[in-house]
């Protein structure tokens, strides 16, 4: 009987700790939007700071 116990014990707390260390689908898409959003910012501050080169 106690070996049952623990076994059940065991698998609770190994699922517990795996499934709280996973990371949601959701923070990588938000994740991967900001920075694609930041690279089209940076992208366009330099095509600015080109023409403006090109200008003078």
């Known amino acids: 009987m106690k070996k049952l116990i623990y076994s059940v ?14 990371e949601d ?6 994740d991967a939007v900001e920075d694609v959003t930041d690279d089209i910012g940076d992208g ?3 095509a600015g700071d080109e023409i403006e080169d090109a200008v003078d």
């Open 25 to 30: 689908k959701k923070d990588k898409v938000e």
């Open 44 to 46: 366009i501050e330099d």
């Open 9 to 22: 014990l065991l698998i609770f707390t190994m699922s517990a700790v795996f499934t709280s260390c996973r």
